[in-house]
């Protein structure tokens, strides 16, 4: 506790290294496996060849990919763009199949009702496929950010700072004060992030939480959203009723069906 008391300002220099590491690589992962994700739903077969090279990648070893990284992308091997690099490549190795499997769980009839009305196919996927999606690529995403947290400790072993530094300097030196700051502060950091993307994915999902009446029951009867049953006034309940109400509104004027 003594050592603590004197290198509380290196401690949160180096928290602050970590998240600085952290958020540009689950940012990037989601952004390339999301739309690696809709390709895998779109073509099959291009997709089972995404989704066998992204197993293929999370069972590369992290201390090789760090040495090949500078290699293929020029970049210093001591650089916090080289285990960014990494964690990207590892975040969407694990994000693709979720994506994958986000789209594919979206209802069918939904889609279908959308192209009735008109819709185009980016409104489609921005309207319908896209929102319908969110619970389950959020739950990846949780997953990724969790995972890149504890991954950016490695980056110590070849002298990139982060909360990992505490590790290896605190094993040098012996002092066990220092590792376990670290330890607590990694996964209190990875507790953190992933109550922001829970947060973020309630925020994205209003049709996803219960309602309630006065009394503070369910108005739905304890179905879980999504579920296809008619609530109280007759309409099918859920995110999938929700979006076809709103896909009707917005149905073009010409009356012509089928995508475009």
Same mark, same amino acid.
């Given at each position: 506790m003594l050592w603590l008391s004197h290198a509380w300002p290196q401690v949160f220099h180096l928290l602050g290294l970590h998240?600085?590491?952290?958020?540009?690589?689950?940012?990037?992962?989601?952004?390339?496996?999301v739309p690696l994700g809709r390709l895998s739903f779109r073509a099959p077969r291009a997709g089972g060849l995404v989704l066998t090279l992204a197993g293929l990648l999370y069972?590369?070893?992290?201390?090789?990919?760090?040495?090949?990284?500078?290699?293929?992308?020029?970049?210093?091997?001591?650089?916090?763009?080289t285990i960014v690099i990494a964690l990207t490549a590892y975040g *969407?190795?694990?994000? *693709?199949?979720?994506?994958?499997?986000?789209?594919?769980?979206v209802d069918p009839d939904v889609r279908r009702a959308a192209v009735a009305v008109g819709f185009s196919?980016?409104?489609?996927?921005?309207?319908?496929?896209?929102?319908?999606?969110v619970p389950v690529i959020a739950a990846g995403v949780r997953v990724v950010a969790v995972s890149t947290v504890g991954l950016v400790t490695i980056g110590s072993l070849v002298g990139i700072d982060?909360?990992?530094?505490?590790?290896?300097?605190?094993?040098?030196?012996?002092?066990?004060?220092?590792?376990?700051?670290?330890?607590?502060?990694?996964?209190?950091l990875a507790l953190a992030l992933d109550a922001v993307v829970r947060l973020i994915a309630r925020?994205?999902?209003?049709?996803?939480?219960?309602?309630?009446?006065?009394? +503070?029951?369910?108005?739905?009867?304890?179905?879980?959203?999504?579920?296809?049953?008619? +609530?109280?006034?007759?309409?099918?309940?859920?995110?999938?009723?929700?979006?076809?109400?709103?896909?009707?509104?917005?149905?073009?004027?010409?009356?012509?069906g089928g995508v475009r």
């Amino acid at each position: 506790m003594l050592w603590l008391s004197h290198a509380w300002p290196q401690v949160f220099h180096l928290l602050g290294l970590h998240l600085a590491l952290s958020l540009p690589a689950i940012l990037a992962s989601i952004l390339i496996a999301v739309p690696l994700g809709r390709l895998s739903f779109r073509a099959p077969r291009a997709g089972g060849l995404v989704l066998t090279l992204a197993g293929l990648l999370y069972a590369i070893p992290s201390l090789p990919l760090l040495i090949v990284i500078p290699a293929i992308f020029g970049v210093p091997l001591r650089s916090g763009a080289t285990i960014v690099i990494a964690l990207t490549a590892y975040g *969407v190795a694990l994000l *693709v199949r979720t994506a994958a499997d986000a789209f594919r769980a979206v209802d069918p009839d939904v889609r279908r009702a959308a192209v009735a009305v008109g819709f185009s196919r980016r409104a489609l996927l921005w309207r319908v496929d896209l929102p319908l999606a969110v619970p389950v690529i959020a739950a990846g995403v949780r997953v990724v950010a969790v995972s890149t947290v504890g991954l950016v400790t490695i980056g110590s072993l070849v002298g990139i700072d982060s909360l990992g530094t505490l590790f290896t300097d605190g094993f040098q030196r012996g002092i066990v004060w220092e590792v376990a700051t670290g330890l607590i502060l990694t996964v209190l950091l990875a507790l953190a992030l992933d109550a922001v993307v829970r947060l973020i994915a309630r925020a994205l999902t209003p049709w996803a939480r219960p309602r309630r009446t006065s009394g +503070g029951s369910p108005a739905d009867g304890g179905r879980p959203a999504g579920d296809g049953t008619a +609530g109280d006034d007759g309409a099918p309940g859920g995110p999938a009723s929700s979006t076809v109400i709103s896909v009707s509104d917005a149905a073009p004027s010409s009356g012509k069906g089928g995508v475009r």
